[in-house]
């Protein structure tokens, strides 16, 4: 089954700076930002919204990085793939507005880990969420606040999500699993 | 009750007459009476036949060590249960050790087995009695009285004579009824509270060892007081390459030592305990089934003893067949009973050593029928042979019958055995006592 | 590889290549001899993360919560089971501790039925600690919850072997090529055996040094039998500690020298006591690690134990790390 390219690296690039300026605006500036990327592929697109945000502003956002295994609802799940990757938040989140950062939003569950941890280091003013992708197909109330693209699919479809700093290219692509396709 | 027995077409096998032949074979009012060329049998009325066509047919095995574990322990074992083993595992007689409560030192309790062994028992039991009063290792038993009573001889197996002087003074008296002195031979402050072969194994487990010098030491003693006193002595359940150098030795230099090995020192090594065999899991077994007494040893000392048997070092093999409760064995390898359930698997697992060309069939029958029936002497007739004339204990076995061991299948109360799931080569079909069939295989 | 300057402070870890495993494969941990590289190097990056948590002021995270983890100690221990309990505890699982010298097991109960009824109980996972080698083989078969082996007699204590080799990676920044003396009671110790397997696994060379009646006599064989050829004996502890990289004494019981093995505790003073005119005998760089409870005086003079080359206090730390590792690992993989 082919992929589908649905993002090539320059829409992914215009969706990331468009994504910077409106948390500028929306947080009137860059003071007391701290820019959060989900592990994995959530870290690289954090760095480039804060490598954006200081060519508009002139001003280094923090950038951290968060692993959720720990905080996950399901604990089975981790049989598959036990390994936790770095929790690594540079600044206390304490009254700053924390943007969260990841590549796909999807069921949400994530974000809700996400947000159990960030409060467990600290009490941020608030938190928001920053996605390149969103695909629908939510089961919590949890929204996003800035989103690259909307692509809504099929629960048989899976999103992909390429990035240099992980992947070697940049690009977005829809797969579809289903079975009784070839 | 008059009956009348023809085993026909079987490979008779009797290491005492040194006959290796197909013939039929007549059984009457429970003694062999004649031995012949098949279809030839002299005509017999009320006459019962069984075909031995591709089985092989010898003498009943004779069992110089066995534990029935009644009176007293009754949960283990009894005599009912562990003969009707017995008679699965194809021995006709067995003589079972003084390790009762009470122990077999007084008439009483003698009495008593030899009782309950007529009543329930469906094999031969020949008791042997405590060479000290409760095997204490103080004060030697009234011998004498025991002789009188039908022991084959003395001993406190499950424990040493740990004082050379009390030994002495037992093999004596005993020499004056020309009955032998059993021996268990262990130094126990050597052995000192082991759970197993003190080796690479032991040192892998953590398990503290018996080191192979704690049955040496004993085995040279009792052959140098044996010596000493001329007495007859026979060692329990020897287990090293040591042992058997000893034992060779001794007997190099004339002295009235014998010897009898266990089937499973002759098969398995100290690492069945760390594998659960057909392995169970991906880790350590720590398997209680495989903790004996003396322990199970190494790969030497296997090879050391095969030869022992076959240059006659070792005159016999018993099974120091030792039942126990799975309360006793599934626990902790240190807090577990010492003993393997051996009755019957015995046959199947020494003729491992016959089908890899170890040991060859006649030799093996006879370490099971005459030899043993030499030990025990013309008490009790003519045991551990076919001569005519004889009592007819008769085993009947297919030595290429394909099966797998279940201790649930086992007669004995005691399933513990290191055995458990493996396949063996070689089953008894009959086990037949004074003429009657006592155990017949019907599975097929 | 990078090599870092010996120095006794934490240095950032060499990079290891990323644990190339799929689903965690042992549903118990009773020792080390069945885990692969791969496997210790993934309980390290684990327990990195567990580190981190350890360092922020609320010390826990949800990921075992409304699991029951069972601590069943037959021999008594203050470090061992408090730090079991407290790695649970900053997974929010919940905790059960039971002292078999005071319950029912003290009144005869087997431990297949104690086991059974703390199964019954909902424990998911059981951490025991038993006076009998081979203890937690037994239990295993008999329990479908998932066990970690505190100690069982003289054979395993995987836990502490682990938080052992992390120590030493965490100061050192490797760990293959390593020497390291272990010196002391070896026949008697589960901590010596359950670091012959994880060290040889890490590629550093072990050499066991004891007086020989504190030697198992099947040792040499033992290491012939399991194809150890990293793993050497030696009775003379300046040989053992000759260039060591890592130096472990272990604790001595004074039962020791009650039973006979030894003439008296002060000839095993003279002739094994980790001293600092013999530490200086190893590498400079060389670290002090001691499975505790420490005999002061004894196996170790004060000086050493309290030295600038002594990590001891950290392995403890560290040990609440490891554990929390095991337990995520553990727990995570149970409805597989």
Redesign the interface.
Known sequence: MPERILMSPEDMQRALVRVAHEILERNKGAQDIVLVGMQTRGVPLAERLATTIQGLEGFAVPVGSL?I????DD??S???????????VPVDVTNKQVVLVDDVFYTGRSIRAAM??LI??GRPQSIQLAVLVDRGHRELPIRADYVGKNIPTSRNEEIKVYVKEVDSEDKVTLLSSDKEND | MAHNLLISGGRILDPSQRLDKVADLLITDSKITWIGDKGTAPHKPDLTTIDATGLIVCPGFIDLHCHLREPGFEDKETIATGTKAAAKGGFTTVCCMPNTNPPLDNQASVDYVKKTAETEGVVRVLPIGCITKARQGKELTEMSELANLGVIGFSDDGEPVTSSRIMSLAMDYSRALGLPIIDHCEDKELSDGGFMNDGWVSARLGLKGIPKAAEEIMVARDIALAQLTGARLHITHVSTEGSVELVRHAKERGIAVTAEVTPHHLTLTEERIMDSQPKKHNQLAYDTNAKVNPPLRTKEDIAALIKGLKDGTIDAIATDHAPHTSVDKMCEFGLAAFGISGLETAFACLMTLVHCGELDLMTLISKLTCEPAKIIGTKYGGLGTLKPGCCADITIFDPSKEWVVDSHDFASKGKNTPFDGYQFTGKVMATIVAGEIVYRDNSK | MKTTEPSSSVTTPEAFPPPSIGAWQHRHILDLDDFTREEIELVFEIADAMAEILTREVKKVPTLRGKTVVTLFYEPSTRTRASFELAAKNLSADTVSLDASKSSIAKGESLVDSLRTIQALGADVIVMRHLQSGAPYVATQYIDCSMINAGDGWHAHPSQALLDLYTIRRHLGKLGGLKAAIIGDIMHSRVARSNVWGMTIMGVKVVLCAPPTLLPRGLNSFITNCKLPNVSIETSVESALEKADVVMPLRLQIERQQSGLLPTLREYVQLYQLTEERLSLAKPHALVLHPGPMNEGIEISPEVAHGAQSVIEEQVTNGVAIRMALLYLIAGGKNK
């Open positions: 692993d295994s720990l905080y996950r604990i089975s981790l049989a598959l793939k036990p390994i936790i990757h770095r929790t690594d159990d941890a467990d280091l």
